[in-house]
């Protein structure tokens, strides 16, 4: 299954909290290569912020909403 950008983005919105790219992969049976360049646009878009996790492999994506604005 290919996951649309809309549809990663309302997902990544309604956690309202950083998760990883493995859990949303498999959360969305995407590959995480095809998931990282997917998100990759939605950041170049500034709607998801793509960072480091606390554990050095892990990678944290976020949503940005209104509320990061305020």
Do not use: C, N, W
């Not at 309302?10 to 095809?34: D, G, W």
């Not at 996790?53 to 305020?70: P, Q």
């Amino acid at each position: 299954m290919v996951a649309r950008k809309d549809i990663i983005y309302k997902l990544l919105a309604t956690k309202k909290k950083a998760t990883s790219l493995q859990k949303l992969s498999e959360e969305l049976e995407t590959p995480m290569p095809h998931l990282l360049y997917t998100l990759k646009h939605l950041e170049s878009e500034g709607l998801v912020e793509i960072s480091f996790g606390e554990k050095k492999a892990t990678i944290m994506v976020k949503a940005k909403t209104i509320d990061d604005y305020f």
